[in-house]
T-cell receptor, first 120, second 113 residues
Framework: GAGVSQTPSNKVTEKGKYVELRCDPI?????LYWYRQSLGQGPEFLIYFQGTGAADDSGLPNDRFFAVRPEGSVSTLKIQRTERGDSAVYLC??????????????????FGPGTRLTVL | QKEVEQNSGPLSVPEGAIASLNCTYSDRGSQSFFWYRQYSGKSPELIMFIYSNGDKEDGRFTAQLNKASQYVSLLIRDSQPSDSATYLC?????????????WGLGTSLAVNP
C-alpha cells in the first residue's frame, strides 16, 4: 500500500518568506508526527497529532511554526518569516495509534521521504 | 544529561563481525524502546522494538533491554556492508496523555568489507 508522502521534496525560499510543507500519512493511521533533522543529528521532535488535535506541540521552536491537521489525515506544517536557521530536512511520520494508547506495536512510526527546506 | 544517549561513533566493524550499539536513558519509568536504521539521505525505518527485560531476536538483530541499568542495546550478527547506516534509539516515556517519544542522536556504523 501507499506509504507516507510529503510534498514538496525540495523547497528553496528566501529569508522572510512563508512556506507550507504537506504530509499525507498512511490511510487509517491516527497519529502524525513532524520532525526536523539537520545533518548528523537525530530527528528533532516538533509536533504530534492524535486525530485532528495537537497532542503535543512542545517541540515547536517558536510562534513562527504552526501545523494543522483539519480532517485527521493530511497535515500541513507552516513556517512564517523563514530564517536561515530553519534550513533542514522536515520529516513526517505516522503511526497506527498515538503514544497514549496501544502498545509498542501500534506506535511504530512510518516516515515519509522528507522535505528538504533551504532558506537563502 | 541527555534523556537518551548514544555514542555518535563512527563504530567500525569488519564484515562478518558482531556490531554492538548501545543506548542509555534517564527516565526509569520508560516503557518501550525502538531501534531505527537510517541510511544516508533516507528516512528512518524501524528495525525492532522491545519492552520487556531480556533479549528479543529477529533474524541477525537482537535487542537487549536492562531496565535496572537503564540501557538498551542492539546487536547485529554477521554484519554486512549493507548494514552501514546510522542507528537511532527512541524511548517512549511518560504516562497517559503525556507520553512522549524521545530520540537519541544516533550511532553511525560502518561495516568494512
Amino acid at each position: 500500500g501507499a506509504g507516507v508522502s510529503q510534498t514538496p521534496s525540495n523547497k528553496v525560499t528566501e529569508k522572510g518568506k512563508y512556506v507550507e510543507l504537506r504530509c499525507d500519512p498512511i490511510s487509517g493511521h491516527t497519529a502524525l508526527y513532524w520532525y526536523r533533522q539537520s545533518l548528523g543529528q537525530g530527528p528533532e521532535f516538533l509536533i504530534y497529532f492524535q486525530g485532528t488535535g495537537a497532542a503535543d506541540d512542545s517541540g515547536l521552536p517558536n510562534d513562527r511554526f504552526f501545523a494543522v491537521r483539519p480532517e485527521g489525515s493530511v497535515s500541513t506544517l507552516k513556517i512564517q518569516r523563514t530564517e536561515r536557521g530553519d534550513s533542514a530536512v522536515y520529516l513526517c511520520a505516522s503511526s497506527l495509534q498515538g503514544l497514549a494508547g496501544g502498545g509498542a506495536s501500534y506506535n511504530e512510526q512510518f516516515f515519509g521521504p522528507g522535505t528538504r527546506l533551504t532558506v537563502l | 544529561q541527555k534523556e537518551v544517549e548514544q555514542n555518535s561513533g563512527p563504530l567500525s566493524v569488519p564484515e562478518g563481525a558482531i556490531a554492538s550499539l548501545n543506548c542509555t536513558y534517564s527516565d526509569r519509568g520508560s516503557q518501550s524502546f525502538f531501534w531505527y536504521r537510517q541510511y544516508s539521505g533516507k528516512s528512518p525505518e524501524l528495525i525492532m522494538f522491545i519492552y520487556s527485560n531480556g533479549d528479543k531476536e529477529d533474524g541477525r538483530f537482537t535487542a537487549q533491554l536492562n531496565k535496572a541499568s537503564q540501557y538498551v542495546s542492539l546487536l547485529i550478527r554477521d554484519s554486512q556492508p549493507s548494514d552501514s547506516a546510522t542507528y537511532l534509539c527512541a524511548v517512549k516515556k511518560g504516562a497517559g496523555n503525556n507520553r512522549k517519544l524521545i530520540w537519541g542522536l544516533g550511532t553511525s556504523l560502518a561495516v568494512n568489507p
